[in-house]
T-cell receptor
Framework: KAGVTQTPRYLIKTRGQQVTLSCSPISGHRSVSWYQQTPGQGLQFLFEYFSETQRNKGNFPGRFSGRQFSNSRSEMNVSTLELGDSALYLC????????????????FGSGTRLTVV | DAKTTQPNSMESNEEEPVHLPCNHSTISGTDYIHWYRQLPSQGPEYVIHGLTSNVNNRMASLAIAEDRKSSTLILHRATLRDAAVYYCILRRSSNTGKLIFGQGTTLQVKP
């Protein structure tokens, strides 16, 4: 079956611009999470969505936002880009349901490499 | 969130078994133990997870200590493609979907 698809794979933006990244989860997965990966900070959690609702948010400024659609596809948006936002942005999906005890693994996409100049 | 401790790096020879350790002395009863690996220029890849009992899948085995304060990821026959950063993560399943990644163990596989 198809994996987690992230588009675009690479993006170059200028400081001050905004960017929207897209993630299509594995069919049937309703839980979608986003992560930022940089050489200095490693992998950091951005937010999680389930059934079109944000369930949890990491420690990032309000310039980082996201949403999930009824088909579980998700987008994240970064406004007023800064040089420090240059990173690999990863999306992950899972069969996990909030509040349920049973746990599942996450499948990650290949990421979107964002470069801010 | 409970923390895990892993060695920074390990080496293995190709076609030999590899045992990657992880300490998690503050684990709680509802924390699942997850393992992911990340190959260069790729997103993390799910390897295995478990709660109390040892687990096996096509990729690896997970051995969990009886007191659950440590676990070991076992790759039965290392290949060059297994060279990656391996992350051991604790996750409270009833909590958020957040995975907290540490620095992980960089595994080098020598031919």
């Amino acid at each position: 079956k198809a994996g987690v698809t992230q588009t675009p794979r690479y993006l170059i933006k200028t400081r001050g611009q905004q960017v929207t990244l897209s993630c299509s989860p594995i069919s049937g997965h309703r839980s979608v999470s986003w992560y930022q990966q940089t050489p200095g900070q490693g992998l950091q959690f951005l937010f999680e969505y389930f059934s079109e609702t944000q369930r949890n948010k990491g420690n990032f400024p309000g310039r980082f936002s996201g949403r999930q659609f009824s088909n579980s596809r998700s987008e994240m948006n970064v406004s007023t880009l800064e040089l420090g936002d240059s990173a690999l942005y990863l999306c992950a999906s899972s069969l996990r349901s909030p509040g349920r005890q049973l746990d599942y693994g996450y499948t990650f996409g290949s990421g979107t490499r964002l470069t801010v100049v | 969130d409970a923390k895990t401790t892993q060695p920074n790096s390990m080496e293995s020879n190709e076609e030999e078994p590899v045992h990657l350790p992880c300490n998690h002395s503050t684990i709680s009863g509802t924390d699942y133990i997850h393992w992911y690996r990340q190959l260069p220029s790729q997103g993390p890849e799910y390897v295995i997870h478990g709660l109390t009992s040892n687990v096996n899948n096509r990729m690896a085995s997970l051995a969990i200590a009886e007191d659950r304060k440590s676990s070991t990821l076992i790759l039965h026959r290392a290949t060059l493609r297994d060279a990656a950063v391996y992350y051991c993560i604790l996750r409270r399943s009833s909590n958020t979907g957040k995975l907290i990644f540490g620095q992980g163990t960089t595994l080098q596989v020598k031919p």
